[in-house]
């Protein structure tokens, strides 16, 4: 079997139990923080990518790889669903989608993204139909400011140990992204460190860190993976994970 065709296959075997599980309510005081229209300004604080895997992040996330660290998108909210007064089940959850445009050239680098506007006014049953704290390695962000998930995983695959942390917050007054932060770490090296957050005037657009470089093709392999179980898991509930294929989805 070819290792990517491999790398795929153990992709769907590890997000299995990833995935939040429907959850039974119905009451809910949810409602939209933003209207259609309304932008976000955001910027890539920090993107350090082994070249072992700049290939596969083209393909699993062009949106990073059309964004240079330090450099600002604009999010346009371009649909917003209704918000139904019963939610069942996580499926019913309500959607958003943004436009992301960089700055400084006004190119689009993705349309109807998910992930960056969440509904506001009720954390905890977003916390509870979602099963965020059902998973395994989920934890929830919860203070007066920001709600968010943190997904913390780790499992050898090829003799490597491969670390994943990948954290979503947003703030509560309006639903939208505060940040997005994912770390594939293998056997003691970064492999890809990024974080993504709201702009503020007079912040640090760009975060030092260090990336040491593995170039052989299982270490590949490995990383291909661990981004298939924080991509995948952001595509199923568009609220826990780097989001929606083309991305961070």
């Not at 059902?134 to 490597?160: A, H, K, P």
């Not at 003691?188 to 975060?207: E, S």
């Not at 826990?240 to 961070?248: D, G, I, N």
Request: charged share 15%.
């Amino acid at each position: 079997m070819k290792p990517l065709a491999t790398a795929l296959v153990l992709i769907v075997l590890l997000c299995s139990p990833l995935i939040p599980l429907a959850s039974a309510q119905t009451n809910h005081n949810l409602q939209w923080g933003v209207q259609v229209g309304d932008e976000i300004i955001l910027v890539l604080q920090r993107k350090l990518v082994d070249p072992a895997v700049a290939q596969y992040l083209v393909e699993y996330a062009p949106i990073m790889m059309n964004i240079s660290e330090g450099q600002r998108v604009i999010a346009n909210v371009t649909f917003l669903s209704p918000i139904p007064s019963h939610i069942n089940s996580s499926e019913q959850i309500p959607l958003s989608n943004c436009t992301l445009t960089r700055e400084n050239d006004s190119v689009v680098v993705a349309r109807d993204l998910g992930m960056i506007v969440l509904p506001v006014g009720d954390y905890d049953f977003l916390t509870q139909i979602g099963n965020y704290t059902g998973g395994e390695g989920m934890s929830i962000i919860d203070d007066e400011e920001e709600w968010g998930t943190i997904m913390d995983r780790s499992f050898v695959i090829f003799l490597f140990t491969v670390t994943i942390h990948f954290e979503m917050r947003y703030l509560k007054a309006n639903g939208t992204l505060s940040l997005m932060e994912a770390n594939v770490n293998l056997s003691g090296n970064d492999i890809i460190d990024i974080i993504f957050v709201r702009w503020r005037p007079g912040m640090t657009t760009v975060l030092p860190g260090g990336l040491q470089l593995l170039t052989i093709e299982i270490a590949a392999i490995a990383v291909v993976v661990a981004m298939g179980v924080v991509l995948l898991v952001w595509r199923r509930r568009q609220y826990v994970s780097l989001a929606e294929t083309p991305v961070l989805p």
